[in-house]
């Protein structure tokens, strides 16, 4: 059964950085695609970023380019996000998500595994 676990999450100043993590379990993870979602009270959940772990290619949406990044320890199952430069607008809770193969996707239903999310709070 495929597992993912976020954690990570926090209150961080407007500026500040904070590191989330996902482990995934119970399959091979290499054949597998990773991803990054948010949602915000009241929005819908919106692409972040998306890693194959084969490759390590990465994919990321525009207003993360540049702030945040993605990256993995393969030894660990575990792939990361590192925020840099959060903002209040940031706030949110952030879920990792996989899907099996290597093509990069960015819509929330291309993923049908998830992790329970994390809560990330910007304050201003």
């Known amino acids: 059964q495929t597992r993912l676990v976020e954690s990570g999450g926090g209150l961080v100043q407007a500026g500040g950085s904070l590191r989330l993590s996902c482990t995934f379990s119970g399959r091979t993870v290499s054949n597998y695609v990773m991803g990054w979602f948010r949602q915000a009270p009241g929005k819908e959940r919106e692409f972040i970023a998306s890693?194959?772990?084969?490759?390590?290619?990465?994919y990321y949406t525009d207003f993360v380019r540049g702030r945040f990044t993605v990256s993995k320890n393969f030894a660990a199952n575990t792939m990361y996000l590192q925020m840099n430069s959060l903002k209040p607008d940031d706030t949110a809770v952030y879920y990792c998500?996989?899907?099996?193969?290597?093509?990069?996707?960015?819509?929330?239903?291309?993923?049908?595994?998830w992790g329970q999310g994390t809560q990330v709070t910007v304050s201003s």
């Open positions: 890693l194959s772990w084969s490759s390590s290619v990465t």
């Open positions: 998500a996989a899907r099996s193969g290597s093509v990069l996707a960015n819509t929330r239903q291309e993923y049908p595994y």
